[in-house]
């Protein structure tokens, strides 16, 4: 018996088998607990014990376990929806249910093209990305995405759409004030709207805070101001993609809430089950979807398991578990945890330090002075990676430059439900894996 599996810091065929979990710990099968300082994937934000998870399962597939929503609907469907149709800003009202991320993008993909169509657009096809952007595995999704190094053997298959560079003020080479650069860099999107023609353009996709690629890269507010600037004045949709920071990851409900700014669709994932079911939502604006109910033919589009009701019933669950009290200890816990990194300041190999809520981006560099990234073969941010596991805490690694795009970095994104004593070793496991791989670089 073989699995086909490749982690993305490579860290097969030995992987530890978890069989256990509670609160912020992983148990291995010989006894051995983890910190999960990664939430998973940024997955697992009110940690690993189940708080009625269970019984929610147990009591629906007792009742119903699976409908089609092609013809049916289910109460948890209806509950859920609205749910989130009250938590999400705006007149997001509408939900569509999917299971994954990945599905959940391209469903907000093929929404803005129905849109257009409707509306008697149909040359408007693109969807603007940004370089370093991550939305997804799936080849729509992928297209969007701006991450080269999970782009690369699939070239071919993907649409060439254009992209403007992240939103990474720490890489930024605008001048003036913080407000001042991000208008500049927002810029980046008139620019290139206007360059491809606004007519043949769809939408434009970001994270408005990034996760995978670049941990914590946020603007000014400026910047989401001026995109909704921009897309409203071309006709371009706006799609947020809050499957990584929905959810009080950012320490506010949805991460576009910093900016103030209210996206035409609102991608949702991870935390929206956390963790317990395969669950993603695509939220869509009043707004759009009038010419879509009254076009001839629009959104064709379904899964089989969307809305499914057991998933569904977990969502509608563990929404509820997104209190004020959890939103206040995610912001706690994240200031906790960047103090304790406070070290890591005077580091040789560090070179930026990213928090927002609980969730926090170490970057690491070659030189501090001028940011160099490290040459990728040096596998800098396995090294660190390797060394706080070694110590009992898993982060969320990430790097190995490609193409330029991306340099070494680290993420921390604990369960919401931190405590203070975890925070603490997880700050201090990493200040010593940081300072541990620095003194063998020397
Ligand atoms: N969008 C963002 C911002 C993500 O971080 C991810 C996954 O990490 C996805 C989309 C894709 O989600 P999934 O892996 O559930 O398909």
Known sequence: MSTLYKWGAGRDPDHPVITDAYDEYLVTEDGEEIIDAAAGAAVVNLGHSPDGVDEVMAEQA???????????????????????????????????????????????????????????????EAVIGRWQGYHGATLGALSASGN???????????????????????RWEYSGSPEEQAKAAAGELETLIKQEGPETVAAFIAEPVSGSSIPVAHPHPRYYQEVRRICDEYGVLFIADEVMVGFGRTGTMFASEHFDVVPDMLTLGKGMSAGFAPISATMIRDELLEPLEDAEHSF?????????????????????????????NARARGEQLVDGLAPLRDSSIVGDIRQLGLMVGVEFVADPETGEAFDPDLGVYKQIFERAFEEGVYTYPGGGSVDG????????APPLTLGEDVADEISRTVVNAVTDVERDLE
Do not use: C
Not at 62 to 71: D, E, K, L, N
Not at 311 to 323: G, K, N, Q
């Open 62 to 124: 007792s009742r119903v376990g699976y409908t089609s929503t092609s013809y049916f609907t289910s109460p948890p469907v209806d509950s859920l929806s609205e749910k989130l149709a009250a938590m999400t800003p705006g007149s997001l009202n509408t939900t569509f249910l999917s299971n994954s991320g990945s599905e959940a993008v391209e469903s907000a993909i093929k929404l803005a093209r129905d849109y257009h169509v409707a509306r008697g657009e149909p040359e408007r």
């Open 148 to 170: 080269t190094g999970r782009r690369t053997t699939y070239k071919p298959y993907l649409q060439d759409w254009p992209k403007i560079g992240p939103a990474y003020p720490y």
């Open 300 to 328: 064709y589009h379904g899964h089989t398991f969307s809305g499914n009701p057991i998933a569904t019933a977990v969502a509608d669950h563990v929404v509820d578990r997104y209190t004020p009290e959890l939103l206040a």
């Open 405 to 412: 795009h991306r340099g070494d970095h680290l993420m921390l």
